[in-house]
């Protein structure tokens, strides 16, 4: 009897992700950024991107700790609070963002110089800009 109850408690627990699993394989992990810019600033915060985040990617890219990184730009306004540009960071997987923090640090201070310069960086862009919101998704392949 206590063999049959565990049993029916070990598939009660596994059930709901054998259940997901059913529709979809899970793929990358994506963390998806939406920012407003303020008016006429956007060839500046465009600048700013070019000049410091590009480079901070393209070197999390060579050195792996990311798989891809992309900017949109959104191209209707539903309202005025609405976001303008997009920066999506696509990670392998959950576990690939293990010691993040870390990794970024480093990358940050051979691309940037410090943490000092990085803050600079950071000021002079939040007086373009405002985060609307910042996502961690995970993609799925439906089956």
């Known amino acids: 009897m206590r063999k049959l109850c565990a049993?029916?408690?070990f598939v009660l627990l596994l059930a709901p992700a054998l259940f997901a699993q059913e529709h979809y394989t899970e793929g990358?992990?994506?963390?998806?950024?939406l920012i407003r810019v303020k008016p006429?600033?956007?060839?500046?915060?465009?600048?700013?991107?070019?000049?410091?985040?590009?480079?901070?990617l393209d070197?999390?890219?060579r050195q792996g700790t990311i798989?891809?990184?992309?900017f949109f730009l959104k191209e209707t306004k539903n309202n005025p609070e609405d976001w303008d540009l997009c920066l999506a960071v696509e990670y392998k997987n959950h576990a690939a963002m293990?010691?993040?923090?870390?990794?970024?640090?480093?990358v940050r201070d051979k691309i940037l110089g410090g943490k000092q310069q990085a803050q600079q960086i950071g000021e002079k862009r939040q007086e373009i800009r405002?985060?609307?919101?910042?996502?961690?998704l995970q993609e799925i392949m439906l089956k």
């Open 7 to 9: 049993l029916a408690v």
């Open 28 to 33: 990358p992990v994506w963390r998806v950024s």
């Open 40 to 56: 006429n600033q956007l060839d500046a915060y465009l600048t700013s991107l070019r000049q410091s985040s590009k480079p901070l």
């Open 59 to 61: 070197e999390e890219k």
């Open 67 to 70: 798989m891809d990184y992309k």
């Open 98 to 106: 293990d010691g993040l923090a870390a990794k970024a640090e480093a």
């Open 130 to 136: 405002e985060l609307v919101s910042s996502e961690l």
